[in-house]
Structures are given as C-alpha cells and as structure tokens.
C-alpha cells in the first residue's frame, strides 16, 4: 500500500497536462515559428524529401500542416504525410501518431492502436514515447510494473529528456520502484538546474538538506549548494534562426544521401539539431513535439 501511494503521489505532482495534441489549437498562434518569418521554401523541399522516403521530413510537414505553421492549415494534408512518416518507421513520426489517435486529433480516436503505435516508437528508442509508456505503467499503480517503468525511465534520461530526469530523479530520492539513492537524485536534478529547469531546484535543495545529515556527503552537499545559487540565463534569437534551422534540417537530409526517387527508407531517427548552425537544443525536448517550435528549439 505504501508504494501505491507513493507513487501516485509522485506521478500526480509532476504529470502536467495531457500530451501535446490536445493543446495544439490552444496554443497553436503562441508556438508558432514561421509568423514573421518566410518558411515557404524550407518547407517545400522538406515535402520533396518527405515523398523521397524521410520520416524526419514527413513528421515536420504533417506538423506544419497540423498546426498552420509556415503552411495553411490542412488536416487531409497533415495525416497525408504522417502516414508517410509512419511507414518509414520513423519514431517521431510514429510517436506522434500514436498522440493523435489517443487524443482524437486530426483522426478519430482509437486508443488501440495508439498503444500499438506507442510500444513501436519505444522499440524505436524514442525518448518521449518510453517517457509517457513509463507513465501509462506507473498510473497503473501495479508493483510488477515498476521495473519496466524505470527501465524506460532510465533510457529517456539517458537521452537528456527532462521530464524523465525529473521522474526518475524522485523515484530514486524517495526510493519507489528503485533502491533509494539521494547522491543519483541530486545529480538528475543539479542537471536540470544547470540545463535551465528553474522546477527543479526545490527538489535540489529539499535532496542537498537531506545529505547534509551525512557527514560522508560534505563534499557533494558544498558542490549542490553552489549549484543551488547558479542563475542559469538563456538568451535566444529564435524568429531570427528559423530558416537557418529548417535550412540545416533539410541540409542534414539531403548530405544522408539517402533520400532521393530511389529512396526505399530513413534510417535517421528523430531531429537533432546538429550541423544547424544555430543555438538550438535538443536537451528539452519534453513529452514529445508537436510543432515545429518544440522540434527545432527542444523546449515546450
């Protein structure tokens, strides 16, 4: 009984709101990219790429299309090129589809085979697909389905996504589902206090109090406390890196090699924003990206 309380306090104090699909018309105007700024060309070489076999391509334009960003809005159109990104087994594609069809967005709903589509872009090593299956094992307040869940927990804090950083980082400070271990907790959240995460800093400080009680921790607990004074300061030209963004994606793709009218699939998986040129990061990339702001920027 105390585990299933546990976690489920746990679990409702970090789950924020539903995935994205649900609040994309919400906040569709606020996140979008491409207002003052002419994405018209990126985006139409990324459907050239998208129809030669890209999975990356075909997500990003079924996003424009879904949310009206760079592109009219056009729901025929944006499950047009998921599909696209679906067969190629794309995990962003496959993820987002999966969100799609749990949440009744663009396509009506069928939670079936939205967990057929999520348990793929796991075995695709998504991040944000084993972050939100971790979550679907951990509401069931089952204990056979604990090691599982940290499991994936474990793989999608390994790829730097924060809101699995921040799970697991509990689990472990509180010793649910896992050996407790402070010194593993505090080391998940001092990363995410240095990567910008403000929300996990009265966690730091609550794991630093508790490991100043252990005179073998001195050292780790001056180390936190200095990270707990740290004033992590982002500063982000984002309306004037769009089209070097979209540009480094479609550049990125096209140096692959791998997508022209021969193509016969994508072996890249998600999008990074590698050899970009911008400041972009993909160390926030939250549930999973539903728009081209999340994807290019890596924050929500």
């Not at 009206?68 to 809005?73: K, R, S, V």
């Not at 793929?120 to 204990?143: I, W």
């Not at 599982?148 to 400070?173: D, G, I, N, P, Y």
Request: charged fraction near 20%.
């Amino acid at each position: 009984m105390k585990f299933l309380i546990s976690s489920s306090l746990i679990v409702l104090s970090l789950l924020a709101a539903p995935t994205n699909a649900k609040s994309i018309d919400n906040n569709a105007e606020a996140n979008k990219i491409c207002t003052d700024t002419d994405c018209s060309r990126e985006l139409r070489r990324l459907m050239r790429l998208a129809r030669d076999g890209s999975g990356d391509a075909a997500a990003f334009v079924a996003m424009a299309y879904a949310t009206g960003d760079g592109l009219e809005q056009n729901t025929k159109e944006a499950v047009r090129y998921l599909r696209i990104g679906v067969r190629q087994r794309n995990a962003m594609a496959v993820f987002l589809m999966s969100d799609w069809l749990r949440n009744g967005f663009m396509v009506e709903q069928d939670l079936t085979e939205a967990n057929r589509l999520l348990d793929q872009a796991v075995q695709l090593n998504h991040g944000p697909a084993q972050y939100s299956k971790a979550l679907q094992l951990l509401q069931t307040e089952d204990p056979a389905y604990l090691p599982e869940a940290v499991k994936l927990l474990e793989l999608s804090a390994a790829q730097r996504l924060s809101t699995s950083m921040l799970l697991l980082a509990q689990l472990k400070q509180h010793g649910v589902g896992i050996e407790q271990d402070l010194p593993g907790a505090a080391e998940l959240y001092k990363r995410l206090v240095l990567s910008g995460q403000h929300s996990a800093k009265p966690y730091l400080q609550e794991v630093t109090a508790l490991l100043a009680n252990d005179t073998q921790h001195e050292l780790l607990v001056k180390d936190l406390r200095e990270i707990e004074n740290i004033e992590v300061i982002r500063v982000s030209g984002q309306q004037m890196q769009v089209n070097n963004m979209l540009e480094g994606l479609v550049n990125r793709l096209n140096a692959s090699g791998q997508f022209d009218s021969r193509s016969v699939g994508s072996r890249i998986r998600g999008v990074s924003c590698e050899q970009t040129g911008s400041n972009c990061s993909s160390t926030r990339p939250e549930r999973g990206a539903s728009s081209l702001n999340e994807v290019l920027t890596g924050g929500q």
